[in-house]
């Protein structure tokens, strides 16, 4: 009997098995965007065992798990042990098919195990001692895991205080697999709580050597910092907003705002749009000025479980889909850039599925010809980073842009096992083209030009953008 992941997995059609094995199965990865720990890969952390490599940090797997009835014990918990909270995952897993965990998981275990069961209460031990056995061989290290996936690029996601340490110690041990920092500035815009947004300036004014004053400190300090990050590799900024921020303002306005803030005084929403707006423009202007290219993920509600956010912290799995209306703001922040003269290289991540034919049609408003793509509409991100998800952005994509041109994949992950997801991208982006071939509605004769197209989205096209 074939096992569940096996060599044509989600390929259902001749057309799209030879689009996958000849085309996208080989390709290296660079995964431009990723939350990764670098000093796990500046140290090659060695990981104790499947429980903690698969579910620490994992909010995923939490939100399955308290949806399945599991005590919170078994996914934060500090007292419960990593094989407790396995077993508890196992419980779970049969319980997740139809969600792209089910199929994350099992991928997980073929591709980086070679296990070939399913994860279950009754297989739970075998394969959690199974796993574990591996992951204490140096080949199944942070590094080791890496170059196991063949990964040739991980851009991590750095605040502008953080001191880039591991990052500098890697590019000076020169290691083979390039581990850059991506330019994250979210706290320096974040002026809904005074206290800490004070508290943060001073963590920037230490970092940066700039006594922090006035709004034009800010800056200054920023740009230190940019020019930094710069300097450890840099080539990315990465926003987390929940909407775009384009309302007019003046810099007499932004000061006064700057120095309510500064004196502990709680904004308006008005001041709180208009400093984001200043931020984010004065943030666009910089990465322009490097030739860095600019991400925005956008459309989260976060925390919205008040009692377990002061419990258990951000990043636990209480968040959820927004339904902000962004189209007229977004359109205003890039025209502004553009009529100065001043827009980077973007990508755009939206979270609410119904935005997919919004942005789609919004690059293509701001493609100037002068790079290939230049607008680009992110992968299906966080609760749309799923087949349905991946298939209905690359959608709308095809039918209101260029396919072709797309980035394609990035992992968005803490976790190292997470790389099959450039093959489980691969296998549904190889099966979307092939399943056109089959019905006639893309030429059988062009197999050649697709097996390109398929190389480049999965591949030969963030190498080209981000020239890394």
């Not at 796990?40 to 490599?53: E, P, T, V």
């Not at 620490?56 to 798990?65: F, I, L, N, S, T």
């Not at 340490?165 to 815009?189: C, G, Q, Y």
Request: charged share 25%; net charge negative.
């Amino acid at each position: 009997m074939k096992s569940f992941i096996h060599e044509d997995f989600l390929l259902q059609t001749d057309a799209a098995k030879e689009l996958y094995h000849a085309h996208a199965k080989t390709r290296p990865i660079i995964d431009y965007h990723c939350h990764l720990n670098p000093e796990y890969i500046a140290k090659d952390h060695a990981f104790d065992n499947l429980g903690q490599i698969w579910l620490e940090g994992d909010h995923y797997k939490w939100r399955a798990m308290r949806t399945n009835g599991v005590e919170e014990k078994y996914c934060t918990g500090k007292d419960t042990s990593d094989w407790e909270k396995f077993e508890k995952w196992a419980e779970t897993v049969p319980y997740t098919m139809r969600n792209p965990l089910y199929h994350w998981t099992h991928l997980e275990l073929k591709t980086a195990f070679g296990v070939d069961k399913l994860l279950n209460p009754e297989t739970a031990k075998e394969i959690f001692d199974q796993c574990t056995g591996l992951l204490r061989t140096p080949a199944f290290s942070a590094r080791g895991l890496m170059k196991k996936f063949k990964v040739e690029v991980v851009c991590t996601t750095d605040d502008p205080a953080d001191s880039l340490e591991h990052h500098l110690s890697l590019k000076e041990e020169n290691f083979s697999i390039k581990v850059l920092p991506t330019w994250r500035p979210d706290k320096a815009m974040a002026v809904e709580n005074p206290k800490e947004y004070r508290a943060y300036l001073e963590k920037l004014s230490e970092a940066s050597g700039v006594t922090i004053h006035r709004f034009s400190d800010l800056i200054e300090a920023l740009r230190k910092r940019h020019d930094f990050f710069a300097g450890a590799g840099c080539k990315l900024s990465d926003h987390g907003i929940e909407e775009f921020y384009a309302e007019p303002y003046t810099q007499a306005e932004i000061e006064r705002i700057f120095d309510k803030v500064c004196g502990g005084k709680e904004l308006a929403r008005e001041d709180i749009l208009k400093f984001k707006s200043a931020m984010l423009y004065e943030g666009a202007v910089m990465d322009w000025e490097k030739g860095w290219t600019q991400q925005f993920h956008y459309g989260a509600i976060r925390n919205n479980n008040t009692r377990l956010f002061q419990q258990l912290g951000p990043d636990t799995g209480f968040d959820s889909i927004g339904d902000f209306t962004v189209a007229k703001a977004m359109s205003r922040f890039f025209d502004q850039l553009d009529k100065d003269n001043r827009l980077a290289k973007t990508i755009i991540y939206n979270l609410n599925p119904r935005d997919n034919d919004l942005i789609a049609t919004m690059i293509g408003n701001f493609q100037d010809g002068s790079v290939a793509g230049k607008m680009q509409f992110g992968s299906g991100w966080w609760f749309l980073d799923q087949k349905t998800g991946m298939e209905a952005q690359m959608n709308s994509l095809s039918n209101l842009g260029l396919l072709s041109r797309f980035v394609g994949m990035l992992t968005d992950s803490r976790s190292f096992l997470s790389y099959p997801r450039h093959e489980y991208f691969r296998r549904i982006l190889c099966n979307l083209i092939g399943n056109d071939v089959e019905q006639g509605l893309l030429p059988a004769s062009e197999m050649k030009f697709l097996g390109e197209m398929v190389e480049n989205i999965s591949y030969n096209n963030a190498r080209e953008f981000f020239r890394f």
